[in-house]
């Protein structure tokens, strides 16, 4: 057994583009996928981007909104998750402060995802 740590002072604040929001990778598998703990604090937001990588955003804390391309703001809350497929324009936003868990990676299909459709 082996145990990692994780905590504010191991986060990196991401600031470019607009953004306000702190990342923590997690794991990276060859280049397959990767996981990443996002938080975003009060009045906190990952910028309106386009997806590099098919990407599913699950949020384990708190709730915000997220974006499509057309703009259209959708709320999300803990025990929410919002699949991206490549390419698409999407942002997020949290005005009290949320916490969500990033899988994203090429391979990543929305048939792969065991969830409930809501």
């Known amino acids: 057994m082996k145990f990692f740590g994780f905590d504010a002072d ?11 929001f702190a990342i923590q990778p997690f ?10 703990l996002m938080t ?15 990407q599913l955003l699950i949020v384990l804390s708190g709730n915000g909104t997220v974006c499509n391309e057309e703009k259209q703001y959708v709320p999300v809350r803990e ?9 698409e324009w999407h942002e997020t936003r949290s ?21 409930e459709i809501h």
């Open 10 to 20: 191991t986060a990196k604040p991401v600031t470019h583009g607009g953004s306000d």
């Open 27 to 36: 794991v990276r598998s060859g280049g397959r996928f990767q996981t990443a």
């Open 40 to 54: 975003l604090g009060e009045k906190g937001v990952i910028a309106y981007h386009q997806a590099a990588v098919p």
């Open 79 to 87: 025990g929410s998750a919002v699949f991206w497929d490549k390419g």
């Open 95 to 115: 005005e009290k402060g949320m916490t969500a868990l990033v899988i994203e990676g090429e391979g990543l299909e929305e048939s792969d995802i065991l969830l």
